[in-house]
T-cell receptor, first 113, second 113 residues
């Protein structure tokens, strides 16, 4: 099992450019999440999904969109990147509500110039 | 979700037990205590969780006080690889599941050789 994988690992964007971060999990988990982590801060939830075809807003959803077309994939989109979106992005997945052990990916380091 | 308070940083000698405290005085009866850790530049890693009984697994032990207002994570024989930021999280088990984990700033644990 690869667990949770994220693509790409690093990316540099210019202000206004768009991009999509891909998260994939091979554990057949129902729940998936996108977090961001800024220097000196804990993780903040952007969006999450409780199953294929569903998405919901987290703590800091503005400027991001997500899609969960397949159970194993959770995509995070930035339509018009801003410098404030420079951050490390982590994806996670969990089995279901009976256990909140979330498995995290290795992260994507995004810089917006 | 209840708020948690953790020391900003701690040191522990290699081979000794590391005891990480967490205060959660406003915890409610159906909220769980979770511990995660984040080794530098990696995604967070689940350690252990509990409701009101003490718990132990291959990584650590979790001691929750009888009034549930505080808990202690114990790493019995700390190694250099345990150097990380440790997050104590209190979260509610809702009907839809524990969709959201609120990560604070955690405790930076440094294991001293």
């Amino acid at each position: 099992n690869a667990g949770v994988t994220q693509t790409p690992k690093f990316r540099v964007l210019k202000t206004g450019q768009s991009m999509t971060l891909l998260c994939a999990q091979d554990m057949n988990h129902e729940y998936m999440y996108w977090y961001r982590q800024d220097p000196g801060m804990g993780l903040r939830l952007i969006h999450y999904s409780v199953g294929e075809g569903t998405t919901a807003k987290g703590e800091v959803p503005d400027g991001y969109n997500v899609s969960r077309l397949k159970k194993q994939n959770f995509l995070l989109g930035l339509e018009s990147a801003a410098p404030s979106q420079t951050s490390v992005y982590f994806c996670a997945s969990s089995r279901d509500y009976r256990g909140n052990e979330q498995f995290f990916g290795p992260g994507t380091r995004l810089t917006v110039l | 979700d209840a708020k948690t308070t953790q020391p900003t940083s701690m040191d522990c000698a290699e081979g000794r037990a590391a005891n990480l405290p967490c205060n959660h005085s406003t915890i409610s009866g159906n909220e769980y205590v979770y511990w995660y850790r984040q080794i530098h530049s990696q995604g967070p890693q689940y350690i252990i969780h509990g409701l009101k009984n003490n718990e132990t697994n291959e990584m650590a032990s979790l001691i929750i006080t009888e009034d549930r207002k505080s808990s202690t994570l114990i790493l019995p024989h700390a190694t250099l690889r345990d150097t990380a930021v440790y997050y104590c999280i209190v979260t509610l088990a809702s009907n839809f599941g524990n969709e959201k984990l609120t990560f604070g700033t955690g405790t930076r644990l440094t294991i001293i050789p």
